[in-house]
C-alpha cells in the first residue's frame, strides 16, 4: 500500500510521541508499505517552527532525514501542477498544507494517509 505520512504522524512516530495511534504504528512499521512524505510537510514544520508554533530538538532535520533513510520513506515533491489544482478543491480544508496533501495523491497517483 502506498501511504503518505500526515506531518505530525512523521514526527510523532520518529519522537515515540504517545498521541500516534496503534493504526498508524502498524501501518508504519508494516514493510511491505511504501511510505512517503511530502514536500508540503516539511514546508509545514519549517513554518511552524519559525513562528514558535513547534518545538524542536537541535539536529531536527537530520533527524528527519535519517528516518527517511532507515525506513526507505520516499520524498514527495510538490509540482506546478499540483499547485494549479488546488484552484479546483472545495473548501472542506482550510488549512493551506491540508490542502496541498488533499492533491498530492493527485494526477494518477494513489496514497492511504497515516494520520495521527
Same mark, same amino acid.
Given at each position: 500500500m502506498k501511504t503518505l505520512l500526515d506531518t505530525h504522524a512523521l514526527l510523532w512516530l520518529i519522537t515515540g510521541d504517545e498521541r500516534i495511534s496503534e493504526t498508524a $504504528? +502498524? @501501518?508504519? #512499521? *508494516?514493510q511491505e508499505n511504501s511510505l512517503f512524505f511530502s514536500? !508540503?510537510?516539511?514546508? /509545514? @514544520?519549517c513554518i511552524k517552527k519559525s513562528l514558535g508554533k513547534l518545538s #524542536? $530538538?537541535?539536529g531536527w532535520l537530520k533527524a528527519i532525514q535519517d528516518e527517511m533513510k532507515i525506513n526507505a520513506i520516499q520524498?514527495? &515533491? @510538490? /509540482?506546478m501542477l499540483h499547485c !494549479? /489544482?488546488?484552484? $479546483? #478543491? &472545495?473548501?472542506?480544508? +482550510? *488549512?493551506p498544507f491540508d490542502r496541498m496533501l488533499i492533491d498530492c495523491p493527485g494526477h494518477g497517483r494513489r496514497y492511504d494517509p497515516i494520520e495521527p
Open positions: $504504528k +502498524r @501501518i508504519f #512499521l *508494516d514536500m !508540503a510537510s516539511l514546508w /509545514e @514544520i #524542536l $530538538k537541535s520524498w514527495l &515533491p @510538490i /509540482e !494549479a /489544482e488546488l484552484t $479546483k #478543491l &472545495p473548501f472542506h480544508h +482550510r *488549512d
